[in-house]
């Protein structure tokens, strides 16, 4: 039998989520962002469930090439825009469209042989100081844009948010105003809102959104869970116990001895580990479903095994399922046990992990 581990992920799910986006933002178009293989869904069955989405966002060409390959003929974004002289012509070849956020890119531009026009979003640095030009020079780079042959029309004028998840923040109404100042008077569409800023921002939505984590139903606020922000889940990791033992007060669980039994107490052995993607910083006294009870995890967690203490759910036994996140246990209860993102975590699931589409 192969190995109980697996990644389900729930079509239906990344729908609804993309409904709930259309409903927050109903007068924006939605570029679905399915970078990072669909946020760690699968790229190809994510696009295809999303097939509803006006333009998908990667940040690689081979992810837009294997989009194309797959049938998807919807609009497709490069994030990051070209980086050197070849991905010119194969973003036309695949119809893709280029983010331009930086000078060495004009300087691409500058020498393209040339062909059917690329559209280009041209990115402006607002405050976040990752990528785009210096807001102040949006008219400058614009007009250069637009004096290239190679170069489409209708540029898109975007930027990019830092702070959008703290809904109350100062920083992304400074944003906001940094771009509106810069793009006054330029003609184009505008794109600002991450899936936070299509959550908590309305004022930013404008003519395009850009929400990735939000469609897999996972949440990068503080605190919220995906569920909280009215998002379902697409994605449950999901095991069985492979071992279950009585052990005595004093007994020491796992590598390192690193859970004592403060009593008598029974212990589950799950078939996932960090070797699946399962963080090992969540360390012990994380939350996990074992049927349906809440258990924890006790002791470190080691690369195909972790051990759980049964004493809430005496009834389990070999066999018994086990969920690590997803459906009945929110992401990101575990990872803020492992101090990250349940964006994080459900990036980080190996290959090993078999997927499953339900
Ligand atoms: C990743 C990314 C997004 C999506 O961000 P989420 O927080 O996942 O919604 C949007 N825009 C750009 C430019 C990105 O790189």
Redesign the pocket.
């Known amino acids: 039998m192969s190995r109980a581990t697996s990644a389900t992920i729930h079509t239906d799910a990344l729908r609804q989520n993309l409904q709930l986006i259309r409903r927050r933002a109903p007068s924006s178009r939605v ?1 679905a ?1 399915v ?1 990072a293989d669909g ?1 760690g869904h699968g790229l190809e069955r994510v696009a295809r469930a999303l097939q509803g989405a006006d333009a998908f ?1 990667v ?1 690689a060409l081979s992810d837009a090439e294997r989009l194309r390959a797959a049938g998807l003929s919807q609009r497709i974004v490069l ?1 990051s825009g070209p980086d050197e002289p070849d991905d010119l012509a194969l973003l036309r070849r695949l119809q893709v469209d280029a ?1 331009i956020h930086h000078a060495s890119q004009l300087q691409l531009l500058d020498v393209d042989p040339g062909g059917a026009p690329i559209r280009v979003w041209l ?1 402006l640095d607002t405050g976040m100081h990752r ?1 785009g030009f210096p807001a102040v020079d949006a008219a400058q780079v614009h007009a250069r844009l637009r004096a290239l042959p190679g170069v489409a029309d209708d540029i898109v004028l ?1 930027t ?1 948010f830092a702070c959008s998840d703290e809904f109350s923040g100062s920083a992304t109404h400074a944003q906001m105003r940094c771009f509106d100042d810069a793009v006054r008077g330029l003609p184009g569409e505008h794109s600002l809102s ?3 800023g ?1 959550l908590g921002w309305p004022e930013a939505h404008r003519h395009w959104v ?5 469609l897999y139903g ?1 949440s ?1 606020v503080e605190g919220q869970t995906g569920l909280d922000l009215g998002l379902v889940p697409a994605m449950t990791l999901s095991t069985r116990l492979i071992s279950v033992k009585d052990v005595e007060a004093g007994a020491s669980i796992g590598y390192g001895g690193a859970f004592v039994a403060p009593a008598a107490m029974r212990i589950g052995i799950a078939a996932i580990g960090y070797g699946d993607g399962y963080p090992r910083h969540a360390g012990s006294g994380c939350p996990i479903l074992v049927g349906n009870t809440i258990a924890r995890t006790v002791g470190r967690v080691s690369m195909d095994l972790m051990a759980i203490d049964l004493s809430t759910a005496p009834e389990a036994g070999v066999g018994s399922p086990v969920i690590a996140w997803g459906r009945g246990l929110p992401i990101e209860t575990v990872a803020a046990k492992a101090d990250t993102l349940g ?1 994080e975590l459900a990036c980080g699931i190996t290959r090993r992990v078999r997927f499953i589409e339900d």
């Open positions: 570029m962002v970078k946020y966002g940040a994030l983010v990115k990528l975007m990019h991450n899936s936070a299509v850009r929400p990735g984590g939000a996972l990068a964006y």
